[in-house]
């Protein structure tokens, strides 16, 4: 079967999903194509922390009313080291930003009963997607679904579907550069079915170990400790975890950490990578298909709705005046951000891991760094201002 459509998107994540969205408040038509079924995608469990930024522009979609009703906002976090706590005043130090503790699957649930609610083509478990004919002004997106194969001819392709999708691999060798940077830990993260211990993030830099205090609801904690990247899941039963955590939270003053049923286990190894340019020809990647952070900065999802922003309005400059310049400008602007965004990320994670075999002299350097972010107001508001998102 052919079809047509103005944009194809491959993926429905967050960035394919609010591009979808932006899109259709433009009035341009798009078909988003998902691999996996309804039920999986929205409750995936991966990110939680929403820069202003994002925050904004899902209310400005009209898609944010369940984020106003529950989604908790932050205005500080804590570094913890040395058994002591030190408060970040994001807001006080950003004019007023926050960020705002919003599940993933949540944002993503709320964007397909978006979509549901228009009538916009959003196909799940399709399979055998491929891209062609990309250099072409006809660009297509070939998949099965139903049991029928279809072909999906479209102005532009916008690959969306994460680092393990398809569309990044459909670019010819040699036209793309890959950045890679492996980090030497994981981390184990858990979902707990018990009330936060604190109001506001805790990360934690310990001798044994970074470990963060991040939660999902009032009713759920969201824990992770750093581990070795080839550790295994199995090797952490639930009492070593809370141990584990119990001795890299303690404080001199005494601290307690809530414990409750661990829900969720998994380990997620770290690394940072990104591709050079995010287009060829009619492809346009966007979100982590084109590149991942370490968590640590707490950007993937944030990163992903910036560069579907840059890649809406530039579609709908083309769309209303044929004007491609801001297409042309697309990769260069998004990668400015990922850019600033891999050293956040990459900075957040040097300050508070322990890195194995580290000598006591790296070791002074990282507590020297820590007492410079809590104690120096210009420190403190390096951090503040990109843990909020830096805007445009
Ligand atoms: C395990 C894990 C934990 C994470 N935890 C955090 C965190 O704590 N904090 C944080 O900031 N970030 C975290 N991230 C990163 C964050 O979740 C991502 O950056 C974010 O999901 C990026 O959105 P995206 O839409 O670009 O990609 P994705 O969310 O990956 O969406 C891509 C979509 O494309 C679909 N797809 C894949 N292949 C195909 C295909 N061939 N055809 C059609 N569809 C396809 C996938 O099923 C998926 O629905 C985590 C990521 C992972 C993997």
């Not at 699957?105 to 399979?127: S, T």
């Not at 997607?129 to 002004?137: A, N, P």
């Not at 102005?155 to 990044?168: E, M, Q």
């Not at 506001?200 to 310990?206: A, F, S, T």
């Amino acid at each position: 079967m052919s079809e047509r459509t103005q944009v194809g998107i491959v993926g429905a994540g967050p960035a394919g999903l609010v591009l979808a969205h932006l899109l259709h408040l433009r009035g341009i038509e798009s078909v988003v194509v998902e691999l996996r079924e309804r039920d999986y995608v929205e409750k995936r469990v991966r990110a939680g922390v929403l820069e202003q930024g994002t925050v904004d522009l899902l209310t400005e979609m009209g898609v944010g009313d369940r984020l106003a009703r529950e989604g908790l906002v932050h205005e500080g976090l804590e570094l913890r080291f040395g058994g002591r706590g030190h408060r970040i005043a994001l807001s006080e130090l950003t004019g007023g930003r926050a960020i705002t503790i919003y599940g993933q699957q949540h944002v993503v649930r709320d964007l397909i009963e978006a979509r549901q609610a228009i009538g916009a083509p959003l196909l799940f478990e399709v399979e055998d997607v491929r891209v062609g004919e990309l250099d072409s002004e006809r660009p297509s997106i070939a998949y099965r679904h139903g049991g029928e194969r279809h072909e999906l001819r479209c102005d532009f392709v916008a690959g969306c579907d994460g680092f393990h999708g398809v569309t990044r691999g459909a670019v010819p060798d040699g036209v793309l550069t890959q950045l890679e940077h492996e980090y030497p830990f994981a981390w184990l993260g858990i979902l707990a079915e018990v009330p936060p211990s604190t109001d506001e993030l805790i990360y934690c830099n310990h001798d044994r170990g970074f470990a963060l205090h991040s939660l999902r609801s009032p009713e759920l904690s969201r824990l992770y400790l750093q581990v070795d990247p080839d550790d295994d899941v199995e090797r952490w039963p639930d009492e070593r975890i809370w141990e584990e955590l119990h001795t890299r939270f303690a404080t001199d003053g005494g601290w307690t950490l809530n414990e409750g049923p661990i829900v969720e286990k998994a380990i997620t190894p770290m690394r940072s990578f990104v591709v050079e340019p995010m287009q060829w020809g009619r492809l346009y990647l966007a979100g982590d298909a084109a590149h991942i952070v370490p968590p640590t900065g707490a950007k993937g999802l944030n990163l992903a709705v910036a560069d579907v922003r840059v890649l809406a309005d530039a579609l709908a400059a083309w769309y209303e005046s044929g004007d491609d310049a801001q297409l042309r400008d697309y990769s260069q602007r998004c990668l400015r951000r990922v850019w600033r965004v891999q050293h956040f990320s990459w900075w957040m994670t040097s300050m508070l891991h322990r890195v194995a075999g580290a000598d006591s002299f790296e070791q002074r350097l990282q507590r020297a760094q820590l007492e410079y972010v809590c104690s120096s107001e210009a420190g403190a508001r390096t951090l503040a201002e990109n843990y909020v998102g830096i805007p445009d």
